[in-house]
């Protein structure tokens, strides 16, 4: 179950005054059950990217492969697609609409022709997923707190069972706690269910704790791609395009500059701590 | 998809007459559709044509833009043609099919009504095209302001009006985003027949309509935390002053209108 983008451009506007090019040449390949971190500044691109990854947005020049498939060949099932690759929008709550939350999470499923009962199995096993639990089922979803509705907004992705789940900016206006607990329930999803993850962001700190690749775009460039240590190790030149690395990041190289053994690479508060601790433990023992 | 279509379709260039002031076009604009009424013959038309073509040239505006709003009326266009071709009465019969005919009084009343049209959308276009959609909004609040006096509530429409301006684009943005979103969801908005079409459009207007309110919401919370209260006492940023190009093109105008009544008092 893979994806596999060559050459892709796109272009808004082409050939008037307002044409901007969005994606340049990118070439990338999402093998089966990666969890992926996808970076970008506001505008370089990452919002249009993903919506080729479901073929929402048509590539002015390229190829798109899913499982070997073009998918811009002739009579290619866009519908299919899309039930593979779940895409999760900014602000996913704006898309609710139906007179409760089972109803809503069901609107997908019964998209993909499901009956109503194995629509709402479907539902319910995505709320639990989610962390909703059942007393929401019959509730008004406009009545729910801005975190639960982005919930149930997500839940009724994940309700089609996509073999690709990919959320933009899923904790984008959230406060730290509702941010915490979404991207853990997704990090479980993608160890529990072995789905394949793609998390945009723009921040480093959330996705260095969860992701084992990072790709980061850049003015619709990939700038760099590759695990989450080898892309930090470029902090100085992710700043210069509006990004930062993790704050670990930086405490690290400035000990390593100032005369102790670390580890620079570390990327999680966890490992920069294990790392300080066992050169301080180091020296505690020659001085004995 | 819907980003492409152009609403308020104001075309940026650096001419005269983006730089008049707005009431100036509007009264101008009215005073060439009163004119076009008024002119009933070849000589008439003449004065009004070279006046437009005038205009359209002062205005930098590439002529396609213009032509654009004339296929939104082609259809009203041809069915005027039709029916005044062949249902007006007249004494000599040039041509005659069946039971229809075509008259030299029809042919006549055609042609002008055809012409007329044409240049109704053309003028008004030359001043949609020149002028923002806020400075129109201000202009017409000015203009409508001695209505004031009968209790008409001409800042509140004008601004209500110029609101209505701004969420065009924001609602168009909106509504793909949605469709997008329930797209990704599933959602199929162009198969089936008439019925299913309605039905498949509620997840996509549930959302615009709720997304409509809190933004209206948002923006009055926003006015009333800038203590906006109405119209009275009001001041503008940039405050309409006419300057001298403005009297002159007034004075255009006032000769533009004096030749068409002489045009039909004189023939």
């Given at each position: 179950?893979?994806?596999k983008?060559?050459h892709?451009?796109?272009?808004?506007s082409p050939s008037t005054?307002?044409e901007?090019?969005?994606?340049k040449?990118?070439n990338l390949?999402?093998?089966?059950?990666?969890?992926i971190?996808l970076i970008?500044?506001?505008?370089?691109?990452?919002s249009t990217?993903?919506?080729?990854?479901?073929g929402?947005?048509k590539?002015?020049?390229?190829?798109?492969?899913?499982?070997?498939?073009?998918?811009?060949?002739?009579?290619?099932?866009?519908?299919?697609?899309?039930?593979?690759v779940g895409l999760?929008?900014?602000y996913?709550?704006?898309?609710?609409?139906?007179m409760d939350?089972l109803?809503?999470?069901?609107f997908?499923?019964k998209?993909q022709g499901?009956s109503k009962?194995?629509?709402?199995?479907?539902?319910?096993?995505?709320?639990r997923?989610?962390g909703?639990?059942?007393e929401?089922?019959?509730q008004?979803?406009?009545e729910?707190?801005?975190?639960q509705?982005?919930?149930?907004?997500i839940?009724?992705?994940?309700?089609?069972?996509?073999?690709i789940?990919?959320?933009?900016?899923p904790?984008?206006g959230?406060?730290?706690r509702?941010r915490d607990?979404?991207?853990?329930?997704?990090?479980r999803?993608?160890?529990?269910?072995?789905?394949?993850i793609?998390?945009?962001s723009?921040?480093?700190e959330d996705v260095?704790k969860y992701?084992?690749?990072?790709i980061v775009m850049?003015?619709?460039?990939?700038l760099h791609?590759?695990a989450?240590?080898?892309?930090?190790?470029?902090y100085k030149?992710?700043?210069?395009?509006g990004?930062?690395?993790?704050?670990?990041?930086?405490?690290?190289?400035t000990?390593?500059?100032k005369?102790f053994?670390v580890?620079?690479?570390a990327?999680?508060?966890e490992?920069?701590?294990?790392?300080?601790?066992r050169v301080f433990?180091d020296?505690?023992?020659?001085?004995? | 998809m819907?980003?492409d279509?152009?609403l308020?379709q104001?075309?940026?260039?650096?001419?005269?007459?983006?730089?008049?002031?707005p009431?100036?076009?509007?009264?101008?604009?009215i005073?060439?559709l009163?004119?076009?009424?008024?002119?009933?013959?070849w000589?008439g038309y003449?004065?009004?044509?070279?006046?437009?073509v005038a205009?359209?040239k002062?205005?930098r505006?590439p002529?396609?833009?213009?032509?654009?709003?004339?296929k939104a009326i082609?259809f009203?266009?041809?069915?005027t043609?039709?029916?005044?071709?062949?249902?007006?009465?007249?004494?000599v019969v040039?041509?005659q099919?069946?039971k229809?005919?075509i008259?030299?009084?029809?042919?006549h009343t055609?042609?002008f009504?055809?012409?007329?049209?044409?240049?109704?959308?053309?003028?008004?276009?030359?001043?949609?095209?020149?002028?923002t959609?806020n400075?129109?909004?201000?202009?017409?609040?000015?203009?409508?302001?001695?209505?004031?006096?009968?209790h008409?509530p001409v800042?509140?429409v004008?601004m209500m009006?110029?609101i209505?301006?701004r969420f065009?684009?924001?609602?168009?943005?909106?509504?793909?985003?949605i469709?997008?979103?329930?797209i990704?969801r599933g959602?199929?908005?162009e198969?089936?027949?008439?019925?299913?079409?309605?039905k498949?459009l509620?997840?996509l207007?549930?959302?615009?309509?709720?997304?409509?309110?809190?933004?209206?919401?948002d923006?009055a919370?926003?006015?009333?935390?800038?203590?906006?209260?109405?119209?009275?006492?009001?001041t503008?940023?940039?405050p309409?002053?006419?300057?001298?190009?403005?009297?002159y093109?007034?004075?255009v105008v006032?000769?533009?209108?004096?030749?068409?009544?002489?045009v039909?008092?004189v023939?």
């Amino acid at each position: 179950m893979s994806l596999k983008l060559e050459h892709v451009q796109y272009t808004y506007s082409p050939s008037t005054a307002y044409e901007i090019h969005a994606l340049k040449d990118v070439n990338l390949e999402i093998p089966d059950g990666q969890f992926i971190g996808l970076i970008g500044h506001t505008g370089s691109g990452k919002s249009t990217l993903v919506q080729h990854l479901n073929g929402l947005v048509k590539a002015t020049s390229g190829h798109i492969y899913f499982n070997g498939e073009d998918i811009y060949a002739d009579g290619y099932d866009m519908r299919k697609l899309r039930s593979k690759v779940g895409l999760v929008f900014q602000y996913p709550e704006h898309q609710l609409f139906e007179m409760d939350v089972l109803s809503d999470i069901c609107f997908g499923p019964k998209n993909q022709g499901l009956s109503k009962e194995e629509a709402e199995v479907r539902a319910r096993e995505a709320m639990r997923m989610v962390g909703l639990s059942e007393e929401y089922e019959k509730q008004s979803p406009f009545e729910l707190s801005g975190g639960q509705k982005r919930r149930v907004a997500i839940a009724g992705v994940l309700a089609m069972e996509p073999e690709i789940l990919i959320l933009d900016e899923p904790t984008a206006g959230l406060d730290p706690r509702g941010r915490d607990e979404i991207l853990d329930q997704i990090s479980r999803l993608h160890k529990e269910r072995g789905i394949t993850i793609v998390l945009v962001s723009h921040s480093m700190e959330d996705v260095a704790k969860y992701v084992e690749r990072i790709i980061v775009m850049n003015q619709g460039e990939v700038l760099h791609d590759g695990a989450p240590r080898e892309v930090f190790r470029h902090y100085k030149e992710l700043e210069s395009v509006g990004l930062a690395a993790p704050q670990v990041t930086y405490i690290l190289h400035t000990l390593k500059e100032k005369g102790f053994g670390v580890d620079e690479d570390a990327t999680t508060i966890e490992e920069a701590r294990d790392t300080i601790l066992r050169v301080f433990r180091d020296k505690v023992k020659k001085h004995d | 998809m819907i980003r492409d279509i152009t609403l308020g379709q104001y075309y940026p260039a650096d001419s005269i007459l983006h730089k008049l002031d707005p009431r100036v076009k509007l009264v101008t604009t009215i005073a060439f559709l009163v004119a076009l009424f008024v002119a009933d013959d070849w000589v008439g038309y003449l004065v009004a044509t070279v006046f437009l073509v005038a205009v359209i040239k002062l205005s930098r505006v590439p002529f396609h833009f213009m032509v654009k709003g004339l296929k939104a009326i082609f259809f009203i266009l041809l069915i005027t043609l039709i029916f005044n071709l062949f249902l007006t009465p007249g004494d000599v019969v040039l041509v005659q099919i069946w039971k229809l005919k075509i008259t030299d009084k029809g042919l006549h009343t055609a042609i002008f009504m055809a012409i007329r049209l044409i240049y109704l959308i053309l003028g008004s276009s030359v001043m949609t095209l020149t002028t923002t959609p806020n400075d129109l909004t201000d202009g017409l609040e000015k203009l409508m302001s001695p209505l004031k006096k009968l209790h008409v509530p001409v800042h509140e429409v004008a601004m209500m009006m110029s609101i209505a301006l701004r969420f065009i684009p924001i609602l168009l943005e909106e509504t793909d985003k949605i469709m997008k979103a329930q797209i990704a969801r599933g959602a199929d908005f162009e198969n089936g027949n008439l019925i299913q079409k309605a039905k498949n459009l509620v997840p996509l207007l549930v959302p615009l309509f709720i997304s409509a309110f809190r933004r209206a919401n948002d923006l009055a919370m926003a006015m009333e935390a800038r203590c906006y209260r109405g119209g009275e006492g009001r001041t503008k940023m940039k405050p309409l002053i006419y300057a001298r190009r403005d009297y002159y093109a007034y004075g255009v105008v006032v000769i533009f209108l004096a030749a068409i009544i002489a045009v039909r008092v004189v023939l």
